[in-house]
């Protein structure tokens, strides 16, 4: 069996702020309406958590839960802890109406921290930093892609697809460069 590999081998970037891919990282997509009575269950058993409030991330150690969607869950954990925790979910779903998918290939993560981290996501994404609350997920854009991202510590983890990481890391490391701080 090969070694995953992240979409940019760990590259880092150093300006401002830091900016590091951080993959590979385990994620599972669960998508499964809310009023379902097993998903609480599915989710602690998967992922150690409760189910998240509507945009919101819940994080316990290195897994985590954060809302996506009306009816959809993204399940972090660990990439060598994703087979477990698909029978996890599996298990505790029964014959319940669900659909849980690996996509930790599908995705690239980055990292962006710092003092000032959050000005070179600010530049990116049309969201109200002075707003933006400790365990809020974001599911917007950065530029022109898809993006989620939540605040941990002293910066934020980035979530995009895959395809797009060079493009993202890119654009993550010139809006952090210095110099162009916002203030």
Same mark, same amino acid.
Request: with cysteine; hydrophobic share 50%; aromatic share 6%.
């Given at each position: 069996?090969?070694? +995953? ?23 599972? $997509? ?18 150690? $958590? ?19 969607? +009306? ?11 994703? +087979? ?49 609350? +400790?365990?809020?997920?974001?599911? $917007? ?32 490391? $010139? ?9």
């Amino acid at each position: 069996m090969s070694e +995953p590999v992240s979409a940019l081998n760990g590259a880092v970037s150093e300006g401002f702020a830091t900016i590091r891919e951080i993959g590979p990282l385990g994620m599972v $997509t669960l998508r499964c309406k809310a009023d379902v009575k097993a998903l609480p269950k599915a989710i602690k058993a998967a992922v150690g $958590t409760g189910v998240p409030a509507v945009r919101r991330i819940v994080v316990e150690g290195d897994r985590a839960c954060g809302w996506m969607s +009306p009816d959809e869950y993204l399940l972090v954990m660990p990439y060598a802890a994703v +087979p477990a925790v698909l029978d996890a979910v599996a298990q505790a779903m029964g014959k319940e109406h669900h659909l849980a998918v690996d996509v930790s290939d599908a995705r690239a993560v980055f990292r962006v921290e710092g003092a000032k981290a959050e000005q070179v996501l600010a530049k990116l994404s049309p969201v109200d930093f002075a707003r933006l609350e +400790p365990g809020e997920l974001r599911r $917007t854009r950065a530029a022109q892609v898809a993006a989620a991202f939540w605040r941990e510590g002293d910066g934020f983890t980035v979530v995009c697809f895959r395809s797009v990481a060079r493009y993202v890391f890119d654009l993550l490391a $010139t809006s952090a460069k210095p110099g162009s701080e916002l203030s």
